[in-house]
Every structure is written in structure tokens, then in C-alpha cells.
């Protein structure tokens, strides 16, 4: 088979997942964002500092907004949708009703991974109003900022019984006056067949990197290997100096059977 005739058909099975003809196969990604005030090594994207993982079996979420605009009636954000995956990995979504300063729990008890907040109705700002915070006692999961309607983390985890593919990468990083020399890596907590993510928490390892100084790259990947369920897909970032760094990976999940 040549090169061509290859990436041909690649693109036609990427196409036919897109459009839901592929059972048990669908598309995913994961975009996120984080301002670097000064240099930083090997910080996960998304807009706190350390990333937290749920203990196996998971716990309770509640959300919580620094505005009191961020309510039922309110004109910022008034619902939040969660996707998440619950204590034995099953992809499931749940709609919280906010209640500004007064923290809500989730009616799922045992929440493993988040995988994405967004705003699912709002008031006239049509976003947040303040910054929502999803977290069990000290420990935050996920964040929703002031302004913005979906969270900014590039972090996933593959679902029971799925295997995930990475097909393409976008990474970017602007610093100003101030030229940062920058790296993104996309990491996860896996290599061939071990997963790492309950094993040794916090171990990520770099599956490929991009360098950048105020600039984006794109990144394509024509062989992706496969990651399997429970392991979290992530981009990772160091810069030298302040700067905001971006990025955003593509690809798909699969039946793993």
C-alpha cells in the first residue's frame, strides 16, 4: 500500500467515526489553557497548578462559584453540565443547578475522573460570572473561569472498555514583549501496555513534545498507539519565563474488544 493510499484511508475511517458510523467509535479531545506567571517545568494544561486525580472508586463533587451571579436566576452562569466518568469508569453527565457562594453536591457519589465543565444555561453575561470550582473537601478537580463557558483542561481519561487514539496535536505559546522558550509535551499516564494512573499517581510519561517561542505548531500523528482504559491523555508544559501556553490534541475512541 502506498503512502498515499495509506492516509487515504485513514481519513475515510477518521470521517466515518465523525459521523457515527463506526459502532462503539466517536470522537474526542481535549483543550486547555494556563498563564504562567514565571518559569515552570512540566505543568499539566489546565488553569490551576497541581492536577488532581480522584481516588479509585471516586467521591462526591460539589460545585461552587466565587459570584453570587453564578445561581439559578442569576445572570452569569445559572446550570453546569459535568462529564464524567463514575466509579467503574462509565462516561455519564449530570446537570447541576448553581446556587452562587452556597456550594451544591452532585446527586453521583462516586465520581473517578471529570472530564469536562460547561455552562448549560446562563443568565445575560452568557457565561460565568465568577470562577466554579468543582471539588471534594480541599481538593479541586476542575475549574470553570470568570467569563468563559467550558473548562480550559486538556486532561482525559479513557472509559471502561474503550481504547483511545491521538491523531493530532496543536499546541501554542505567546509571552508578549518577552520571548519564552517554551515546551509542550503530550503525556499520559501510560507506556505500552501499563497503566500508572492508580499504580504510581502523579507518574506521566511523554509520548511527544513540541518546542515554540510565541508561535503554534501542529503536530500530526499517522501510526497513533493506543491507550487503554483508565489512563489519562494530557498536554504538558514548561517555559522559561511568563508566558501563556495552549493547546489542543484530536482523536477518537474505540471499542477496546
Given at each position: 500500500m502506498s503512502n498515499s493510499d495509506f492516509y487515504a484511508r485513514q481519513a475515510g475511517y477518521l470521517i466515518a467515526v465523525a459521523r457515527g458510523q463506526v459502532p462503539g467509535a466517536?470522537?474526542?479531545?481535549?483543550?486547555?489553557?494556563?498563564?504562567?506567571?514565571?518559569?515552570?517545568?512540566?505543568?499539566?494544561?489546565?488553569?490551576?497548578?497541581?492536577?488532581?486525580?480522584?481516588?479509585?472508586?471516586?467521591?462526591?463533587?460539589?460545585?461552587?462559584?466565587?459570584?453570587?451571579?453564578?445561581?439559578?436566576?442569576?445572570?452569569?452562569?445559572?446550570?453546569?453540565?459535568?462529564?464524567?466518568?463514575?466509579g467503574t469508569l462509565v462516561e455519564k453527565v449530570e446537570i447541576v443547578t448553581l446556587n452562587g457562594l452556597t456550594p451544591v453536591a452532585m446527586v453521583e457519589t462516586k465520581v473517578s475522573f471529570i472530564q469536562c465543565?460547561?455552562?448549560?444555561?446562563?443568565?445575560?453575561?452568557?457565561?460565568?460570572?465568577?470562577?466554579?470550582?468543582?471539588?471534594?473537601?480541599?481538593?479541586?478537580?476542575?475549574?470553570?473561569?470568570?467569563?468563559?463557558?467550558?473548562?480550559?483542561?486538556?486532561?482525559?481519561?479513557?472509559?471502561?472498555?474503550?481504547?483511545?487514539?491521538?491523531?493530532?496535536?496543536?499546541a501554542g505559546a505567546s509571552s508578549g514583549t518577552a520571548a519564552a522558550n517554551v515546551q509542550i509535551e503530550l503525556v499520559a499516564t501510560q507506556l505500552d501496555n501499563r497503566v500508572y494512573t492508580y499504580a504510581a499517581p502523579g507518574l506521566w510519561i511523554p509520548h511527544g513534545i513540541n518546542s515554540l517561542q510565541d508561535d503554534t505548531a501542529v503536530l500530526s500523528i499517522s501510526c497513533p498507539g493506543p491507550f487503554s482504559e483508565s489512563a489519562i491523555v494530557a498536554l504538558r508544559g514548561t517555559t522559561d519565563k511568563a508566558a501563556t501556553l495552549a493547546g489542543t490534541w484530536f482523536g477518537w475512541l474505540e471499542n477496546a474488544a
Open positions: 466517536y470522537p474526542i479531545s481535549g483543550f486547555g489553557k494556563y498563564v504562567a506567571t514565571g518559569a515552570i517545568s512540566n505543568q499539566i494544561i489546565w488553569p490551576d497548578g497541581a492536577f488532581n486525580i480522584p481516588p479509585a472508586g471516586g467521591v462526591q463533587i460539589s460545585l461552587v462559584s466565587n459570584s453570587p451571579n453564578d445561581t439559578a436566576a442569576g445572570t452569569g452562569a445559572r446550570q453546569v453540565e459535568v462529564h464524567y466518568l463514575d465543565l460547561h455552562v448549560h444555561a446562563a443568565g445575560s453575561l452568557l457565561s460565568a460570572a465568577g470562577t466554579i470550582i468543582a471539588y471534594n473537601g480541599a481538593t479541586t478537580y476542575s475549574i470553570l473561569g470568570p467569563g468563559t463557558v467550558r473548562c480550559a483542561s486538556s486532561a482525559r481519561m479513557v472509559p471502561k472498555g474503550k481504547r483511545l487514539f491521538v491523531s493530532d496535536i496543536s
